[in-house]
């Protein structure tokens, strides 16, 4: 099993940037892939940017060029580097992981991001 909590969330204000951090604790060597979702007030979840064996990332056309995903093996760490924020951009934000062995896919609590003026 893996364990996910997030952090880094807060309020900012149109164009600035937060970073969001994931800890991942537990069975981490057998993490394949991580990636970020969120969820908007009335909308569905949906994925914002995933990172596949530590190199191979993809991105929500809405975030492309504002958001970086990366992943520190070392820290056991994934982040979500945000700039650029805009209004739309406010959703509960999830860090997720899959484990290819057991095709199972973990969540943690998420960390609220509010951009607003």
């Known amino acids: 099993q893996v364990q996910l909590v997030e952090s880094g969330g807060g309020l900012v204000q149109p164009g600035g940037s937060l970073r969001l951090s994931c800890l991942a604790s537990g069975s981490v060597g057998s993490i394949y892939a991580m990636g970020w979702y969120r969820q908007a007030p009335g909308k569905q979840r949906e994925l914002v940017a995933s990172?596949?064996?530590?190199?191979?990332?993809n991105y929500a056309d809405s975030v492309k060029g504002r958001f970086t995903i990366s992943r520190d093996y070392a820290k056991n760490m994934l982040y979500l580097q945000m700039n650029s924020l805009k209004f739309e951009d406010t959703a509960l934000y999830y860090c997720?992981?899959?484990?290819?062995?057991?095709?199972?896919?973990?969540w943690g609590q998420g960390t609220q991001v509010t951009v607003s003026s």
């Open positions: 997720t992981a899959d484990l290819l062995a057991t095709r199972s896919k973990y």
């Open positions: 990172i596949t064996a530590g190199t191979i990332t």
